[in-house]
Every structure is written in C-alpha cells, then in structure tokens.
C-alpha cells in the first residue's frame, strides 16, 4: 500500500509541474517563444534561432523595432505580430 501512495503522489507532481508549465506559456507568449527557441541563452532570438518557428519568422522584420537582427522578450511582448499575442490591442 505505501508503495502505491507514492506512485500516485509522484504522479501529481508530475502532473502540477505540467499544469503550471502549460498555464506558463498561454499566459506570456513571449517568454515561451524566447526559452522554446534561444539554443544559446543569450536571452535574444536571432534570425538563425527564429527559423524553427514559421509565425516568427515570417514577420521577424516587423516585429523587431531596433532593426538590430535579434529579438528580445519586450519586443515579442508588444508586438500583436508575435505568435500567442493575437489578442492585443494597437493601445497595449
């Protein structure tokens, strides 16, 4: 019987790490984006990183504002181009 409380006990952590992870990214698209596809942690995605992602890349352009060839988590955050922020408005 104790061996069977902790089976199922491991099995609800692992089943709240998911839920908060899957709550994690509906919740800031940018992030997401950023942790799913900065392969060298650099806390920026360039053209060569955003290429695993067709949305992002195809308006990687418009969505960078300084022009420098790179994106930055407050870059993805404001624009309504990046993929996740559909929902924003022009005020936000």
Do not use: W, Y
Request: net charge negative; with cysteine.
């Amino acid at each position: 019987m104790k061996r069977l409380e902790k089976v199922f006990l491991a099995l609800c952590a692992v089943a709240a790490v998911q839920a908060i992870s899957v709550a994690d990214a509906h919740a800031n698209p940018a992030r997401s984006l950023l942790q799913q596809l900065d392969t060298n942690k650099d806390g920026l995605i360039s053209l060569k990183e955003a290429v695993r992602h067709t949305g992002l890349l195809r308006n990687f352009g418009l969505i960078d504002d300084n022009e420098d060839g790179k994106l930055s988590e407050s870059e993805l955050a404001k624009s309504k181009l990046t993929p996740g922020n559909e929902k924003l408005t022009a005020s936000e």
